[in-house]
């Protein structure tokens, strides 16, 4: 996966898949690390991105709790 229109972050809406690209490497290899958590690896083990499906649900819960907890986002 590669930046789309230098886009390090994307979001597909009708897909709910939100893609973070950390690096402009190309990834050689993909590694789900939770359910729906897919890491992105490139040739040297590095990690160049990552993909959350379902990301609408999953960083609700994730916002949810933080907030639980106490934790405040900033702008």
């Known amino acids: 996966m590669k930046p789309k229109n230098g886009k ?3 979001y597909d809406k009708e897909a709910d898949v939100l893609a973070v ?3 402009r490497g190309r990834a050689e290899e993909l590694a789900e ?3 729906g958590i897919s890491v992105e690896l490139g040739s040297a083990g ?3 991105g990552f993909d ?3 990301a609408s649900k999953v960083l609700r ?3 949810n709790s933080a907030k639980r907890s106490g934790v405040h ?3």
């Open 46 to 48: 590095n990690v160049v």
């Open 33 to 35: 690390i939770a359910p």
């Open 8 to 10: 390090i972050v994307n």
């Open 73 to 75: 986002a900033r702008a």
């Open 21 to 23: 690209y950390l690096s």
């Open 52 to 54: 959350i499906l379902n």
């Open 61 to 63: 819960s994730f916002v």
